[in-house]
DNA sequence: TTAACCAGGTCAATCGTTTGCACTTTTTTT
DNA sequence: AAAAAAAGTGCAAACGATTGACCTGGTTAA
């Protein structure tokens, strides 16, 4: 079975001549000659030698892994966002290390003091439900690991973050749903702690008054994510003596209680009622109700664009010496409307 | 910002010992007296000293990482075999590396090379679909990393594999199909070359027989996947002079898809017809219409195992010493049914 | 008294690779 | 033909931590 593994060295012994030739015929060094480079490689492939990237990393400080953490990976967003995330990541040489918060900020300290002890060359983090702070990944910064927030980010202006602008999107969506003829929109609004609840009902009050109609905050329902609280919600706007005719339901698994419960209460699902989303998962495709529009915020798009960031900022990271002046890099991605 | 990461070399420097000392102090030898291994100690937790994980597995062979290869992450049964495989690996001081093959072998084989250039202790693999072979990932073996197959198994024996076992599930399905008082039951299976959709089938004639009823492969269908695929599918059982009562799809988006055309026709759904599926997305607890009946493979729980094998082997590797005689490990998981 | 022993350390090699510097040969320039 | 430049290599240190072998000074047993 497992021979040993061949080395610069082994090359060097069996071509007599030192592991440094070796190691700069490897790396086409101009002050070594063609024959001995081409004496060099062919043992290298024939040997099927492989550097040891532990020792190239040790050496030269980097590891070529970057470290991804999300809240919870069967998430369709973050599961399409990681996949952004690798694909540029794969194009660069670089691989992922990978951990999930599952949105508690204990686990999250934890997954990150993991990733500083293998010393990643970076971190791509989407914060915690809830933290919009980010103390706990101060660590890193003794250790120079850059970081860049994706999706879920810290309020604070001096980090390194991508995200989508759901207000726009919001407003976007209302707008259309107007054209559409409707004008009693209903809102379905997560927890008011949230900060992605803030950004939509931003979008939502802004997309109502662009409209030059007044906000009733009657037709603003919210729910805590459970099927119950979802129903109770539903309930409560279809039992207005004005009911709504459209319905914008914070995201696609709000959507789907919200049509069932709709259902069995005798409503013709985007006929009576136009339901709208927020697209966060790819079922919708195969459910026979997929909300009839969606803000989508393309999670693959924003992770690729998170991993060219901090391909960017390694890049200009002079090696070992102290930054003067770090500039910190702010993506916002445009969130748009799909049509079902 | 960054100052100099501490390193055992500097923690000697302070308190006037040898690095062999501090080594030894903070990996607790008895050697060294409690007085010098205080002092030690102290000052480590006061610079905030963490190992070098770089430099130990480097000396030690070992990077404590383990890598995990799936085809596609975004599938519910991945993502959460992930996190099973997660779980366990934390609790071992483990970390993942990730990489996805998107059913591609190419893509695979590019994957596996990363892997290995990071010297990972350990390969969980879930192979591409349609793929059985395991030529490829041959060259793990030069580098003496174990691999566990997970789900997705090769068909050859001297390997380490956990998987679940769908015959028995489908016939238990089956029969718990006929406790309902439903005899024609359809079948509405995936690819023929695909391992999982002859399991499926094997399963399903099996359950028939043991009813003592002869099987009619009248009511066995098959799709690609697509929508139209399983649309063609149900539009021809449901044509038959006598109709199916019951339906088994190959999994739950084709169930999605299966249930969207039904009520296109008019079925009802769970009443006229019954709908069963194998479970492999989560958002089912969500739809307006999930089987009544699934075969659940338990994803996370054999993620969890698949790590544990792996700890497992891990742990019974003398170090660089040949292996004599490799004992494989065989994992067969049951797959059980849930009722929504 | 002297060898034997022990506690508590230190030394130095090692892992695989990179890289600045020094050292030979050539080759070129004067 | 001598000096200078260029080309091609080798030496050895370095990265951070581990570890077997080797000191040192004191106590104990013979």
């Not at 919870?72 to 399409?80: H, N, P, Q, R, T």
């Not at 992605?196 to 329902?221: F, H, N």
Request: hydrophobic share 40%; charged share 25%.
């Amino acid at each position: 079975m497992s021979v040993s593994i061949p080395t610069i060295k082994e090359i060097a012994k069996r071509l007599n001549v030192s592991v440094s030739t070796v190691s700069r015929a490897l790396s086409n060094h101009p002050r070594i000659s063609e024959k001995t480079k081409e004496a060099v490689k062919e043992l290298a492939k024939a040997l099927h030698y492989e550097p040891n990237s532990k020792a190239i990393f040790f050496k030269q400080k980097k590891s070529h892994v970057i470290g991804v953490i999300v809240p919870l990976i069967y998430e369709d967003f973050f599961s399409k966002g990681i996949s952004g995330i690798e694909a540029i990541a794969m194009d660069n040489g670089y691989t992922i290390l990978f951990g999930q918060s599952y949105d508690s900020i204990e686990k999250e300290k934890q997954v990150v003091d993991a990733m500083k002890s293998q010393r990643v060359d970076g971190v791509i983090i989407s914060l915690s439900k809830e933290t919009n702070k980010n103390d706990h990944l101060k660590v890193l910064d003794a250790y120079n690991i850059p970081i860049v927030y994706f999706d879920r980010v810290p309020s604070a202006a001096n980090v390194n973050k991508v995200y989508s602008n759901l207000f726009d999107g919001t407003v976007q969506m209302i707008e259309w749903l107007f054209k559409q003829g409707r004008k009693r929109i209903a809102f379905i609004n997560g927890p008011a702690a949230l900060i992605a609840s803030k950004e939509r009902l931003d979008g939502y009050i802004e997309g109502i008054s662009r409209r030059k109609l007044k906000v009733d905050m009657q037709m603003v329902e919210q729910t805590d994510f459970s099927e119950n609280g979802t129903h109770r919600a539903i309930a409560r706007l279809l039992s207005l003596k004005k009911p709504p005719d459209a319905i914008i339901s914070f995201n696609d698994y709000v959507h789907m209680d919200a049509v069932k419960c709709a259902l069995s209460k005798g409503i013709k699902i985007n006929e009576d009622i136009l339901f709208a989303s927020y697209a966060n998962i790819s079922v919708n495709k195969h459910t026979a109700y997929p909300p009839v529009v969606s803000v989508d915020q393309f999670p693959y798009k924003q992770g690729e664009a998170a991993m060219k960031m901090m391909m960017d900022i390694l890049s200009h990271k002079t090696d070992g010496v102290e930054q003067p002046d770090p500039d910190f890099q702010n993506c916002e991605l445009e969130a748009l409307l799909v049509f079902n």
